[in-house]
């Protein structure tokens, strides 16, 4: 299903860049005009979320270096299943003492496609920040729809969410990195060209929830 205001624009899907991109390590920067050009980037980030079955989506993972992310998930909370906020603020709780569960817990990233690792997060968060009309949002999410805030406001602000795993977790993720060949810039998987990393392909799963795939 489309947002209301893609009905005059053209869409685009976008290559999602991998882990060692410089966009995704340095902070974003503002919006300062919302104008056709921020739509027409909203447009495109929706678009490439839908086609990467992802949950949340940061404008650094599509190579654009500004404070603005997307999300398509339920939640228990009252807050819209979809929407965009521009120039977010996200205050979580902290997280619950001792270690994550890998099962309950576990974290994914279009930005480090088709790796989960486990990682505590607080379990509420509230966002503000503005919508494309630049009116004032203000959400207070709970359990995964918290951790998805988390998420993707570290994205806008330099983090990969493997930066914030613990010490036994982040030596696999390192690993993994190393092992696939990323860590470097110019990589980048296509949302419906590339088979899905994380396997949807095959069987037709609705998006996991968690940052942004198990995310």
Known sequence: MRHPFW????VTIRPIVITGEPVLHRRAAPVEVIDDEIRALVADMFETMDAARGVGLAAPQIGVGLRIFTWQMKNADGIPERGVVINPH??????????????????????????????????????????????ELRYQATGWFARMFQHEYDHLNGFLYVDRLDEKWGRKARKVV???????????????????????????????????RAD
């Open 178 to 212: 190393k092992g696939n060949g990323w860590g470097r810039a110019g990589l980048a998987w296509q949302p419906g060209v590339d088979r899905d990393p994380f396997g949807h392909d095959d069987d037709g799963a609705e998006p996991e929830p968690a940052g942004e």
């Open 90 to 135: 996200v205050v979580a709780t902290k997280p619950p003492p001792g270690e994550a569960d890998k099962h309950e817990e576990s974290e994914g990233c279009l930005s480090v496609p088709g790796e989960s690792f486990p990682l505590r997060r607080g379990e509420a968060a509230t966002l503000v920040g503005q919508d494309l009309e630049g009116r």
């Open 7 to 10: 009905k005059n624009l053209p």
